[in-house]
């Protein structure tokens, strides 16, 4: 009995064997690869001292005999035609810079985390980055591969078309690591709101905290039984504010970003760096007993704190006005879906800035590409992201898919030959979610985007008269919170239980509730946030001279 | 217990006792029905109402305006969520089968008295559904060390077995068959794979129903593989198809705040709700068959474990 056991044992002992057996020899090839790799770089070599002047197209150093196969990394969803239109860019790819480039896509479901995972993993080459998925952060972490040597030496064109001051911006601790994209793009938080019902009613237009009261009581007053706002707390999730409603204070304020800086402090944009206290001001009482009186006259849901965001409520006319949250872009939208309709809406739109003359553009690192570290092939990565934004045939591919199967151009603007028919779009416009890639010089506008331009137009002007012509100097800025992020959660608790409210004037006393307030978020632990993010805020204005 | 011959005569006392209980027992059931079953019957009923009266009135017990138009959508172009449909039934067939195999022969192997060590291997088994590696840890360890991002395999493989119903095997094995039998099969010449598959596998039909059912559906519902390991949309498991396609409705919408980038062509309320109806139908269809098995798996577990 013992011998069949031992018997049994050694023949697992031997099967063991045989797979670690498998996996030395897996290492060995791995090493072999490695050995593969150093001896072709020597024929390389030989090849470069040869035809010296052949790899002439701004590629000075870059040897391209060996086929590079890239992962790029993106956010969102594939579309369907993936596969055909990589295959037409690989081609393109491979003629140029003897690269391929597979792209690879996050899905919307838990992005967060998987992005994090790509990076720690090393699984891609070139990756998306953006404010929002803490760029800044990861960058100082030393996620990425520092890019300012190899842009002189790789892809001169490349920098000298996105620009030193766009690449300035990039910049995390004196190192660029990001290559923003070259669209100045606006997405200034504004005011939606019916212009057929403010004609219809003889309002005026809602474009001071004044003028917008009036213009909601006017409606509540001629047809009752209209919804007005449909404000929740869904787009007040940070350190600003605690309830949609508390956005219109933005028409109040030229803040130096929509709804200030966080933890209840606030600048300026004229003056960056003079920061200063708004939820003990008397201010913030002032503007806490406005919208007391606004949620008293039944502007919003007296369930509004706990309703969950409807975002179709103002496409089917049940608000009359969106206030947190919008951008151009989502004015865009509304405007094609009150035009499906058919009912003769009209919706129109202004920006808070436009009233105080501050209006930026969106921040360079709102949409740019960096180079994950532990890239093999960092230089043909840089090669290869230079043709993906400066190679024209080959940006377009990547924008917009094949010219006659998805798409084609009339009078210089993008028309989807697939939407056209009727057909199921495989290859929308953007279709790689590549935002990341869009170059300002060459980016074809959509039938909505003149709509858009027009509004880009009006606000580059109103932009480049400001102290800081055209420049967004807020998004750069990205907080460090390690130090207090007990404080900070518990400041976050407070905000949503005492401050949210307070915005949404859903308190009985406006005095009492303010104090408790302010006492609960002293308790929470608000000096030390402060302290800390004021100190990182400043060093930010003064390394970007943001003064 | 030692009461129990002289309590005899207070059995209409008892008997009353038990109305009460059976009376409370059968309130919190139905009870309890009605909190898992009310919910599907709105969704049910949502499927079947236009969206803006859905938008305008919230959602109802009874389908109000209507309409077949959510279930038109999604069958206009059903390609997607058939190839959904397909890879699901795909990994709940290969990973069930598969994954039953090797439970019951765990199972089996750690239930025998005569391996050695069978507690150790127990407690190697056991270990590992206390502490874990983490979600980093883990998911590296499938998209670096083993390579298989983006293959079908690491879908289906990393769930094959789990402590809990390697555990359970062994019991319902412990269960149905007496050492005694086993010693005499062996007396008679039997080796391990004959008592294995000649003795212990014809009783093991409610084990083997369980465990089936248990591990088909965590294959059936799961999604957070697809989301983690998948890298063409051609290899995801439906249920993550469903849920992606909600969370790319949200994202996408809050995403516009900072991005100028397109959001029409979002499905709407009642298409999401249809979705989920034709997600959910066939493990309704498919559940009465095994229920049976499933709740004398879950009793005699109950029992013994």
């Known amino acids: 009995m013992k011998k069949r056991f031992f018997g049994v044992l050694m023949s697992l002992v031997l099967i063991v064997g045989m797979f670690t057996g498998c996996a030395g020899s897996g290492s060995k090839s791995a090493a072999d690869q490695l050995d593969q790799q150093g001896v072709a770089d020597i024929p390389v070599n030989n090849d470069q001292k040869t035809p010296a002047g052949a790899a002439a197209e701004g590629t000075n150093s870059a040897d391209l005999s060996e086929r590079v196969d890239l992962v790029f990394y993106v956010m969102g969803d594939a579309p369907k035609d993936e596969e055909l239109v990589e295959a037409t860019l690989n081609e393109k790819l491979i003629e140029k810079c003897n690269a391929t480039v597979d792209m690879q896509f996050s899905t919307w479901t838990e992005f967060q985390q998987k992005y994090a995972n790509e990076i720690t993993s090393q699984g891609a080459d070139l990756i998306y980055i953006a404010n929002w998925l803490n760029y800044g952060l990861l960058a100082s972490q030393g996620a990425f591969v520092e890019l300012d040597d190899m842009l002189n030496t790789v892809a001169p064109e490349l920098k000298a078309m996105v620009g030193e001051n766009m690449l300035n911006m990039c910049k995390v601790d004196g190192k660029t690591y990001a290559v923003p994209n070259t669209w100045a793009e606006y997405v200034s938080n504004g005011l939606k709101y019916r212009e057929d019902l403010r004609v219809k009613y003889n309002l005026p237009v809602p474009d001071s905290l004044e003028n917008l009261e009036a213009y909601l009581a006017g409606i509540k007053a001629n047809d009752p039984s209209q919804g007005l706002l449909t404000v929740t707390t869904e787009e007040s999730q940070g350190f600003k504010t605690a309830f949609d409603a508390a956005w219109v204070l933005n028409f109040k304020y030229p803040w130096v970003n929509a709804n200030g800086l966080d933890y209840g402090l606030t600048a300026n944009y004229d003056t960056p760096s003079d920061v200063y206290d708004y939820w003990f001001s008397t201010d913030f009482e002032d503007d806490m007993k406005m919208l007391k009186r606004w949620a008293d006259q039944g502007f919003w849901s007296k369930s509004a704190l706990s309703d969950t965001n409807n975002s179709d409520a103002y496409k089917n006319g049940l608000c009359v006005a969106e206030v947190a949250g919008q951008n151009p872009n989502k004015q865009i939208t509304a405007i094609a879906d009150f035009t499906n309709a058919g009912e003769g809406w009209q919706s129109a739109y202004i920006a808070y800035g436009e009233k105080h003359n501050v209006i930026y553009p969106g921040h360079a690192t709102q949409n740019g590409t960096a180079i994950v570290r532990g890239c093999k092939n960092p230089e043909r990565a840089l090669l290869v992201l230079q043709a993906l934004l400066c190679d024209d045939e080959i940006n377009s591919i990547m924008q917009y898919g094949i010219k006659g199967v998805h798409y084609t151009v009339e009078n210089g603007i993008y028309k989807n030959l697939q939407e056209e028919k009727g057909e199921t779009v495989t290859f929308p416009y953007e279709g790689f979610n590549t935002w990341n890639l869009r170059n300002g010089a060459t980016k074809l506008p959509q039938a909505t985007d003149v709509e858009l331009q027009k509004m880009f137009d009006k606000y580059a002007e109103i932009g480049a008269k400001t102290k800081f012509p055209n420049v967004n100097i807020y998004d750069g800025f990205s907080e460090n919170y390690e130090s207090y992020s007990a404080e900070r959660s518990a400041v976050s608790n407070v905000m949503r239980q005492y401050l949210a409210p307070l915005e949404a004037g859903l308190v009985d006393d406006v005095d009492a509730a303010i104090a408790e307030f302010r006492t609960k978020v002293k308790e929470a632990g608000l000096d030390k946030c402060r302290e800390e993010y004021k100190k990182q805020w400043l060093d930010y204005c003064n390394e970007y001279n943001y003064k | ?305």
């Open chain 2, 1 to 305: 217990m030692k009461n129990k011959p002289q309590a005899a005569p207070t059995a209409i006392k008892k008997s009353a006792g038990t109305k009460v209980f059976n009376g409370i027992s059968y309130v919190l059931l139905a009870f309890g029905a009605i909190v898992c079953v009310l919910p599907f019957i709105i969704i049910v009923s949502g499927s079947f109402t236009d969206n803006v009266t859905i938008l305008k009135q919230g959602y109802s017990l009874f389908p109000r305006d209507f309409t077949l138009e959510a279930y038109r959508t999604i069958f206009r172009s059903p390609k997607d969520i058939i190839q959904a449909y397909k890879m699901n039934v795909y990994y709940t067939v290969v990973g069930t089968s598969i994954g039953l195999t090797m439970i019951a022969l765990t199972g089996y192997v750690i239930s025998r008295q005569e391996f050695k060590y069978r507690n150790t291997v127990s407690f190697l088994i056991y270990f590992t559904s206390i502490f874990g590696g983490g979600m980093i840890p883990w998911y590296l360890m499938y998209a670096n060390v083993l390579n298989l991002k983006g293959h079908t395999l690491a879908i289906w493989f990393p769930a094959l077995m789990s402590p809990f119903l390697v555990i359970l095997m062994r019991t319902f094995i412990v269960g149905a068959v007496p050492n005694a039998i086993t010693e005499s099969a062996k007396i008679d010449g039997a080796g391990h794979f004959t008592i294995f598959f000649r003795i212990v596998l014809p009783v093991l039909k409610a084990g083997l129903a369980t465990v089936g059912l248990f591990l088909a559906l965590g294959y059936w519902n799961d999604w957070y593989r697809s989301s983690m390991f998948s890298t063409n949309s051609s290899t995801w498991q439906l249920q993550f198809y469903l849920y992606d396609l909600l969370n790319a409705t949200t994202a996408m919408k809050q995403m516009a705040s900072n991005v100028s980038m397109k959001t029409a062509d979002l499905p709407t309320e009642s298409v999401k709700l249809a979705m989920a109806v034709v997600a959910t139908g066939p493990v309704l269809l498919f559940y009465p068959f095994v229920q049976r098995f499933f709740v004398s798996g879950i009793t005699v577990g109950a029992v013994k474990g």
